[in-house]
């Protein structure tokens, strides 16, 4: 395992099932709210998901399930992909809970052995937090691109580049009235940070916390790395931060496409 994913291992294998049962709750009223409203959880990307009523998906740093659950609801057929053990505990005991069948792989995925599910998942769906954890874009694009069937989907929806230029690039960070322009948006270095939900214990326990090793990427680097493995863009959408700054961007949508292309010349 690389030296990246080893440090962010360590990290969100830390009181990461705490965190979500402090946070989200306990999995039997998670899976009893998840079974009374499914749509409410996916409600930012159904749009791009479409009907995913008996479509095989592929979510990658699935974490906690909060996602994958409500897509098996809905009828998906659904597989996770995530390196961390407490995520997982905490997923498969809301599906229990739920009584609903997800495939939980805790793998790094950049290790994950595709050759028997290469092809042939029609969605591939990723969220909030993801291209951080990967020193090579190209390496995860292409990865995504092989597990695709022609004809699958992608769903990459993640923080908003611009958050490079500031000082607090964590966009769930309170910040106050002012955003400070303190960040180089072409930094290409690996950056220490807090696993994304550190900030939400107690302070005295915080320095606890292994810590995780984050590349922030451009726009420009993260089109160009999905067109480059063969992706076929249909649209990104950019949508404004979370907090009051409604005018700064913080998170975006690609919507992508995994097409077989015919040449001309190839036809027929
Ligand atoms: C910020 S979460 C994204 C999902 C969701 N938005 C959330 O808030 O939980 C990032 C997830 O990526 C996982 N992760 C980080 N690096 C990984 C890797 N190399 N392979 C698989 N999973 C990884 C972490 O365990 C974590 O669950």
Not at 31 to 38: N, S, Y
Not at 79 to 94: H, L, Q, R
Request: net charge negative.
């Amino acid at each position: 395992m690389s030296k990246q994913s080893q440090v962010n291992k360590k990290a969100w294998s830390y009181k990461a099932n705490e965190f979500w049962r402090n946070n989200l709750g306990a999995p039997t009223d998670v899976a009893k709210d998840m079974l009374k409203q499914p749509n409410y959880y996916l409600r930012r990307h159904i749009e791009y998901l479409g009907d995913v009523n008996g479509k095989k998906v592929i979510n990658l740093l699935g974490s906690c399930g909060k996602k994958a659950i409500p897509l098996a609801i809905l009828g998906a057929d659904v597989t996770v992909v995530d390196i961390s053990e407490e995520n997982m505990k905490y997923a498969t005991e809301v599906a229990k809970e739920a009584n609903i069948n997800i495939n939980y792989i805790v793998s790094d995925v950049l290790e994950l052995n595709i050759n028997e599910i290469q092809d042939s998942f029609d969605i591939a769906y990723l969220e909030g937090g993801i291209l951080h954890y990967f020193v090579d874009i190209n390496e995860i694009a292409l990865k995504i691109y092989n597990l695709l069937k022609v004809g699958g989907k992608l769903v990459l929806n993640d923080f908003h580049p611009f958050r490079k230029i500031l000082k607090e690039p964590d966009i769930f960070k309170e910040v106050g009235d002012r955003l400070e322009i303190g960040g180089n948006y072409f930094d290409d270095e690996l950056n220490v940070a807090e696993v994304a939900y550190e900030k939400f214990f107690p302070v005295n326990e915080q320095n606890e916390f292994p810590k995780c090793l984050l590349r922030y990427w451009t726009m420009g680097e993260i089109i160009s790395s999905f067109a480059s493995v063969g992706f076929v863009i249909e649209k990104l959408v950019e949508g404004p931060r979370f907090d009051s700054h409604k005018n700064i961007p913080g998170e975006f949508t690609l919507v992508a496409s995994k097409l077989k292309i015919i040449l001309p010349h190839t036809k027929g």
